[in-house]
């Protein structure tokens, strides 16, 4: 068996090997935190190379994503499907190795880490689920969910405030079998940290109810399994092992540096490197004794095959309970979803009521979330604003974490990427609201959330100036532009109960991106609808209200303007006027629809078009044109009544009814 040194140095030979060929990356992490890896990833991590989405595995995080290095070499030394020639063509176009690991791109990898600070908080969500689903499952002598989240992380990770957030939270909801390892080698972009991080982390950890083991040698094997072993002796709380390490180990002249953080080495000073770890083999030649103690492949497939019998046995016991598990874990929503869910809108139509959008959306939740155990709200401390929670709700705590609901606290950057956390271990699908103003604070976990594919929902309530007197910190205005921006991002504006039931619909069956749900404060009048339009609403923009004949003028609107906009086109009617009204709930739903549907909504030879939204006018000027005009905001908000907020905007009846009637020729 080779010794444990060269095990880790096969880590920093190919980290350094990748970097130099690429001509850029980060060595520094990858050979700072090799020997930290060689112990987890060979001693501890229950995983199994042939099968990386095995629902029990363990789940490894690299939150310092710049050292992807140090993860691809692990996923090639322990046999994962990740050749020595995709190391090779690290950081090139259309890789399974990027500059940064991204998720969907090689197996083995949970989560796409690169801003610092989201991948802890995406352990904190796996963490979260996992305690969920095992206390909803497991029962006596059945223990299928049992299985810890390892997390890496560095100064940069310590610095960034969504780290704080999730760790905080993660300390309080007692996530037992979350073990993080700080890489504390006091070195990043700028230099030594000193000169601007001086916290005291051990204290800042203490504080949160985590377990801190300190000064850990990141470069004594045996140190770093008595950590291990300390912290998984620990069940009540997270545990953080502080390891001091030297950035770019074994480098003569860079190690210590912030020379080796972002930059290859050189190939004199890998040269170098080679003779000081007394690694003898050329650039990505990996002996083969070295290889055979990595391959993880043998331990996987007993750990696979041992919980397979596990779970076996508990199928055997409890037949509902399985099959309700390998439904979750599968993604899958009951066969009967679509019934439920039409036939709750077709009640909603038929009981049609003036109600708030956010309290549209709490019924559709109460419908939903009865049929949908893994449905797993929260709220970043404005549930009652929200409403998110629903009479079933019931809150996780560090002593009962059965619950379906999480009170995140006022987190909004937190929660959203502990929510895409959630969503990627599995068997949960998540929920989380804030204020549409305050995705803000989250913008970069939703945005990691499109780019991952992962079906979360953020629903943000209070959407334009219509919530008041809150004044302009607390009104959209350009949110929702933002979000229609946003790649793979669905972004929907209900204007009443029945377009918020649907477009919950939609979220909830959505498999391949998040979704966005703006919901109002204030009240929305009810409109009618044919069973066509209904099912319409899907499609992200239909015909509300018609004319007879071509169109001469077509007003969209969505959300609460919908209302003045089918007001505006009954007094244009009235005046001879051909008007029809197209409310678009979903720009990007609308836009994924056949040519031959958007035709007949939006004819391309009726140019005469006015767009109502409380928000400003950039993602509507596809549909606006040259000729058309828009009734909205252009500037922040202001404090007043909404309906004082309405008129002082312009955003009126009359303003709308003047507008078309000048675009009609």
Known sequence: MPARSDLANAIRALSMDAVQQAKSGHPGAPMGMADIAEVLWRDYLKHNPEDPNWFDRDRFILSNGHGSMLLYSLLHLSGYDLSIDDLKNFRQLHSKTPGHPEYGYAPGVETTTGPLGQGIANGVGMALAEKVLAAQFNRDGHDIVDHYTYVFMGDGCMMEGVSHEACSLAGTLGLGKLIAFYDDNGISIDGEVEGWFTDDTVKRFESYGWQVIPRVNGHDPEEIIQAIETARAESDKPTLICCK????????????????????????????????????????????????????KPKGRTAQSAWNDKFAAYKAAYPELAAEYERRMAGDLPAEFDKIAD??????????????????????????????????????????????????????????????????????????????????????????????????????????AALMKQPVIFVYTHDSIGLGEDGPTHQPVEQLASMRATPNLSTWRPCDAVESAAAWKVAIKRKDGPAALAFSRQGLTPMPRTAEQIANIEKGGYVLVDCDGTPEAIIIATGSEVELAVDAAKQLTDAGKKVRVVSMPSIDAFEAQSAEYKQSVLPSDVRARVVVEAGIADSWFRYIGLDGDFVGMSTFGESAPAGDLYKHFGITVEAVVAKTAALIK
């Open 245 to 296: 390490t030297i950035i770019g180990f074994g480098s003569p002249n860079k190690e210590g540096k912030e020379d080796c953080h972002g930059a290859p080495l050189g190939d004199e000073e890998i040269k170098l490197t080679r003779e000081r770890l007394g690694w003898n083999h050329g650039p990505f030649d990996i002996p083969s004794d070295v290889q055979e103690a990595w391959d993880g």
């Open 343 to 448: 036939d709750f809108i077709a009640e909603v139509s038929a009981n049609a009521e003036k109600i708030a959008s956010r309290k549209a959306s709490q019924n559709a939740i109460e419908a939903y979330a009865s049929k949908l155990p893994e449905l797993f709200g929260g709220s970043a401390d404005l549930a009652g604003s929200n409403l998110t929670l629903w009479s079933g709700a019931k809150g996780v705590t560090a002593q009962d974490a059965s619950g379906n609901y999480c009170f995140y606290g006022v987190r909004e950057f937190g929660m959203s990427a502990m929510m895409n956390g959630i969503q990627l271990h599995g068997g949960l699908r998540p929920y989380g609201a804030t204020f549409l103003m305050f995705m803000e604070y989250a913008r970069n976990a939703v945005r990691m």
